[in-house]
């Protein structure tokens, strides 16, 4: 099954999730769309971007299956230890599954009535990416391209720039599951596949797609940090490999693709 591209496969949408990682050169990713009714969609994903903008078009999808198939690798990620002055946890431990943990927070935004894209993107840069990687430049990148996205969702939603977006209306990614490409001490790369839903308002049906983003972190002052030279090294290295393809948790075919689900511990 296929789907044309709709108000809710936008370029605004996808541009909500990535748009930081496609602006300060963390970008390897795929995406699949789907009407997520059953609470899964599977597929293999196409689209591979260097930017946000590239998202346009229809992608293949299909139907989930109806029986729930527990994941067979579960990871209960640990809590940043701390909460910075933007709202972020930090302070994660020196592990694989510290690292982890810092980038599916830093690929986690919420896109609401009190809280722009362009707030969520500008809170990432600062929460999370490497010092190496900061610079004037990249911060006038990320509030511009924040502000095309946030124009976008403004329209697609019916309101003008500038207002607030409507009663119940949101944009949200969160990361669902990872696989490990490289890990050592100090450095971490990984597979991650994460939601972005939407919903338009109250009465809105809330739509979501998956994607598949490549991620690199360092270790830097005490705590992981995302970094260019680290994700470069793992797009490199993930040339070699099979990606693995885009099966939600509670689809078998995120069991076969490699996937390990995500649970945050207590």
Known sequence: MSRTRGTW????????????????????YAMLNGDDDSGAAAGKGSVP??????????????Q?????????????LPRGALTDIR???IGFPHTTEGAVAMMAAANTTDIEANRSNVDEQLRIYYSYIAKADQSSQYVEQVKSQS???????????????GQALPSGAYVRSNV??????????????????????????????EKSSYARLVNGAVWEDGDWKLSVDVTARA????????????????????NDYGWTAIREAS
């Not at 502000?147 to 720039?161: A, Y």
């Not at 669902?176 to 809105?204: H, M, P, Y």
């Open 176 to 205: 669902v599951g990872f696989k490990v490409i490289e890990k050592s001490s100090d450095e971490v790369s990984v597979w991650l596949l994460f939601r972005v839903t939407q919903k338009n308002g109250e009465t809105a049906k």
């Open 147 to 161: 502000q095309q996205t946030d124009k976008s969702l403004h329209k697609e939603m019916g309101v003008s720039p």
């Open 9 to 28: 496969n936008t370029k605004g949408m996808w541009a909500a999730g990535v748009a930081l990682a496609a602006v300060v050169g963390l970008t390897g």
């Open 49 to 62: 971007s260097s930017a946000p903008s590239s998202f346009a078009g229809a992608v293949p999808t299909y």
């Open 235 to 254: 797009l490199k290295k993930a040339k070699t490999l099979t990606a693995p393809g885009m099966g939600a948790p509670g689809d078998a075919k995120f």
């Open 87 to 89: 709202g972020s946890r």
């Open 64 to 76: 989930a299956p109806d029986d729930w198939t527990e994941p067979e690798r579960w990871a209960a």
